[in-house]
């Protein structure tokens, strides 16, 4: 299997009237089937607007020189087709292609560019170079390893390398004096994850490794000594300010998964003896801190009568609630 980075341009409906735009950066993988005459290629679909939709069409080409200069469009004319792709899925989806009749050894050049339905196409994406007959390479070790305290227990990331990653990656822990235990295997697409199985008190340490079937390339290592008191909690911890309030309250809140991914968030309001007074959102959001603006109302509109209600937020990282005083 050979692993491969390349960056699809994405065409944007308001450039429909000219076809050079630039390519947008999207994380590869490649659990893609091939032989040591054929080279796997995978990416991220774009979209027909922006990173919306669903774009028209791909179109890949390959040689076995490099682009000479700034002459992408020379390079171009000049390469072979690598045959029809497959129409493109939705935006955000993961393509993936085998290119065979390839020369085991030889090293080939690709480059991809996308079209809409009118068609017009994109500009070109970067090149990316792979040897035929290679499988996997030099597996790569991920940068900047890093472990930190997170909701939940400790948070792990790192970067995806730019080629080598193979089919993605296994985490090993180990305590002092201790074996490395595997924690989890991961897709290429994952670049964090949460350990929620940590004991305060205790240094640990974590290695993360890319791997290709039963290969494992060079760890890249972490350290980190979670304190004996309590972790952090797994709670979006909603807060009303200024509380009490009078007319609007802005609500505070943390959004997203543990590991940093979006996540689908729900507040609703309720007054004392559980009656629904309003919803103020249900819907996906960045991981992060996020801000509310309640303008004391009910669903009807109108405005609510003073005294104590409860905030319930519900997200990936838990349940939080907090009461606030409306005044007169």
């Not at 692993?3 to 009237?17: D, I, K």
């Not at 993988?29 to 791909?58: F, K, M, Q």
Request: net charge neutral; aromatic share 8%; hydrophobic share 40%.
């Amino acid at each position: 299997m050979i692993r491969s980075r390349t960056f699809p341009p994405v065409l944007p409906r308001a450039a429909r009237a000219w076809t050079t735009v630039g390519a947008i950066a999207v994380a590869l993988l490649a659990p893609v089937p091939a032989g040591a005459d054929s080279i796997g290629l995978s990416w991220t679909a774009p979209g027909d607007d922006g990173n919306v939709g669903r774009a028209g069409a791909y179109e890949l080409r390959y040689a076995t020189s490099p682009i000479s200069g700034a002459d992408t469009l020379g390079w171009w004319n000049g390469a072979p087709t690598a045959g029809v792709l497959p129409p493109p899925l939705t935006a955000g989806s993961r393509e993936q292609f085998t290119v065979i009749g390839m020369t085991t050894g030889t090293t080939y050049y690709f480059v991809i560019r996308t079209a809409d339905d009118v068609p017009n196409w994109s500009g070109f994406s970067n090149q990316s170079a792979r040897t035929a007959g290679t499988p996997g390479g030099a597996l790569a070790t991920p940068a900047n390893f890093t472990a930190s305290i997170a909701p939940g227990g400790v948070r792990l990331a790192w970067n995806e390398p730019a080629s080598g990653a193979g089919e993605g990656y296994h985490i090993y822990r180990r305590v002092p004096a201790g074996v490395d235990t595997l924690l989890a295997t991961l897709p290429v697409i994952r670049t964090a994850h949460v350990d929620s199985g940590v004991v305060g008190g205790v240094a640990y340490e974590y290695r993360v490794r890319t791997y290709q079937g039963q290969t494992e390339g060079a760890p890249a290592v972490a350290t980190i000594s979670v304190p004996t008191s309590r972790l952090a909690t797994s709670s979006p911890e909603v807060r009303g300010y200024p509380n009490p309030a009078q007319g609007q309250v802005t609500l505070r809140f943390r959004s997203g998964t543990a590991d940093g991914a979006p996540g689908r968030v729900r507040v609703v309001i309720y007054d004392l003896t559980g009656r629904r007074i309003c919803q103020l959102l249900d819907d996906m959001l960045p991981a992060g801190e996020q801000t509310l603006p309640w303008t004391c109302t009910s669903d009807a509109g109108k405005a609510v009568a003073p005294g104590i209600y409860n905030v319930i937020v519900d997200a990936p990282m838990g349940r939080s609630v907090t009461q606030l005083a409306i005044v007169p």
